[in-house]
């Protein structure tokens, strides 16, 4: 992700919660919401977060979903697909 979009990438050592709208044009759909010291707790927001899209969506399948990024630009999580 950060190849592409190295303005995004967060400072060493945290880990950030992006934003990602899923039906925008590419590299104009997503954005930064918040840097964590703690990547659980990056996670577990990113999650509560992508949830409560979710349940604001008029499909699941659209909604905005929120994922968490390192340094390097590896997704670490934030998905909540097959989860009840």
Known sequence: ???DFPELRPPKGKFRIMGI???E???EGHW???DF???D???KKAKEMT???SKDASDPSVATV???YDENGTYLGGDIHGEN
């Open 41 to 43: 707790e990056a996670i």
């Open 66 to 68: 929120f994922y968490v």
């Open 1 to 3: 992700m950060f190849r």
């Open 37 to 39: 010291d703690n990547c």
């Open 21 to 23: 709208e899923k039906f």
């Open 25 to 27: 044009i590419q590299g």
């Open 51 to 53: 949830r409560n899209a």
């Open 32 to 34: 930064v919401v918040e």
